[in-house]
T-cell receptor, first 108, second 114 residues
Framework: GQNIDQPTEMTATEGAIVQINCTYQTSGFNGLFWYQQHAGEAPTFLSY????GLEEKGRFSSFLSRSKGYSYLLLKELQMKDSASYLC?????????FGKGTRLHILP | NAGVTQTPKFRVLKTGQSMTLLCAQDMNHEYMYWYRQDPGMGLRLIHYSVGEGTTAKGEVPDGYNVSRLKKQNFLLGLESAAPSQTSVYFC?????????????FGPGTRLTVT
């Protein structure tokens, strides 16, 4: 397989911060995507990291370390609508390969 | 712009029947992808295309064929459906331009094979 690993499930509280980690094999790596997917819907794009470092976009930030094969998605000020699956995906050559996704539960 | 559309939205097939899923995009994207999504398995790449007239295998290509005769359309065929092909199928497209990274997804096709 493509060995893209992320936790299966996580739980956090409304208003808190949560970090979702993703590790991947570095061979042929071009960049890393994060997507959000609500139940029964198509994935929607959150971020794409090519270079090392942190990119911030509103309440969501994404970090990449190419040398370590590691990324995380940081969600701040959690809202109930953030309950969804978060998908890490790696761009290799012309392919985009997904991990199994992390289901995030938000408690009031 | 309609973005990425998929036809049909739902389908029930009997084992051994054939069908074609149609994906269309109006964004002039070069790259198109077919994925299947099963519970606990995430999105798995079936086939993909980097341009009109070209296709390539993804992670799980067995039992499927594809064609990209026109740039805007990407067809996924099941020649002899099996219950293991019961899944939600997503099509996606994106630009070849390295400055435009986003992959746009269609709404999905829910296929049941009995």
């Amino acid at each position: 397989g493509q060995n893209i690993d992320q936790p299966t499930e996580m739980t956090a509280t409304e208003g808190a911060i949560v970090q979702i980690n993703c590790t991947y094999q570095t061979s042929g790596f071009n960049g890393l995507f994060w997507y959000q997917q609500h139940a029964g819907e198509a994935p929607t794009f959150l971020s794409y990291n090519v270079l090392d470092g942190l990119e911030e976009k509103g309440r969501f930030s994404s970090f990449l370390s190419r040398s370590k094969g590691y990324s995380y998605l940081l969600l701040k000020e959690l809202q109930m609508k953030d309950s969804a699956s978060y998908l890490c995906a790696v761009s290799r050559d012309d392919k985009i390969i997904f991990g199994k996704g992390t289901r995030l539960h938000i408690l009031p | 712009n309609a973005g990425v559309t998929q036809t049909p939205k739902f389908r029930v097939l009997k084992t051994g029947q054939s069908m074609t899923l149609l994906c269309a995009q109006d964004m002039n994207h070069e790259y198109m992808y077919w994925y299947r999504q099963d519970p606990g398995m995430g999105l798995r790449l079936i086939h993909y295309s980097v341009g009109e007239g070209t296709t390539a295998k993804g992670e799980v290509p067995d039992g499927y064929n594809v064609s990209r005769l026109k740039k805007q359309n990407f067809l996924l065929g099941l020649e002899s459906a099996a219950p293991s092909q019961t899944s939600v199928y997503f099509c996606a497209s994106r630009s070849r331009d390295r400055g435009l990274h986003e992959q746009y997804f269609g709404p999905g096709t829910r296929l049941t094979v009995t």
